[in-house]
């Protein structure tokens, strides 16, 4: 006996074969691009790591260009959603102990490979002008997502910014990148220093850019 489904919803089984694809792709070059960057990856890499041909990738992709351009802007929209989920927790409510260490150790999981992906991105964008513009759009997204989470932060400590919240941004998302350059490679120990430097400093360069409700 035939069984129909009644789920309305439901996408169709070749939609939902091609979507599955898709993300296995996805998730294999993650580690791929990360390993052999950009110009040192081969479509054969990504369809290998994957346990995909050549003809399953070209049945999602045209290039490994917008492999990475699809992988980079969910890598980015992924370290923002755990921005938000940290300071949106009633978990921690204190900046210097609390939220800034939360955040931190929350997407360390993820923080080398987005600062690779970034990294690769950021030096084709300068030799490429059409992956440049889309550099620049998929950067300013970001920028304008990690600057609301930097709002909801500011909020949940009762204070407000004493410059452009974008400037306190861009001065914490440039430290914390700063500090995941400089684990790059480092020895062990040397890593963990920067990252302790890097938990010690923040919480000092948000409350010098910003003052209490009361103040503001």
Avoid: C
Wanted: proline fraction near 4%.
């Amino acid at each position: 006996m035939t069984v129909v489904s009644t789920d309305e919803n439901a996408a169709p089984a070749p939609a939902r074969s091609r979507e599955n694809t898709r993300a296995r792709l996805l998730g294999a070059a993650v580690d791929v691009f990360a390993e052999k960057g950009l110009h040192g990856t081969t479509v054969d890499d990504i369809a290998g790591a994957a346990g995909f041909t050549r003809g399953a990738f070209y049945s999602n992709f045209a290039t490994k260009e917008d492999v990475f351009y699809a992988l980079f802007e969910a890598q980015s929209e992924l370290m923002v959603s755990l921005v938000h989920e940290v300071v949106g927790s009633p978990d921690v409510d204190t900046l210097d102990g609390g939220l800034v260490g939360a955040v931190l150790e929350r997407l360390r999981p993820h923080a080398r490979t987005w600062y690779l992906l970034q990294a690769e991105f950021r030096l084709h964008a300068i030799r490429d002008t059409d992956a440049g513009r889309l550099y620049l759009a998929q950067r300013t997204r970001f920028d304008r997502e990690f600057a609301d989470a930097v709002r909801i932060a500011l909020a949940r400590i009762d204070r407000k910014p004493t410059v452009p919240v974008e400037v306190v941004a861009e001065i914490v998302s440039s430290l914390y990148l700063s500090s995941l350059a400089a684990e790059a490679g480092a020895a062990p120990d040397d890593a963990l220093a920067s990252r302790t430097l890097v938990a010690q400093t923040l919480p000092t360069v948000v409350l010098g850019l910003s003052a209490t409700r009361d103040d503001a």
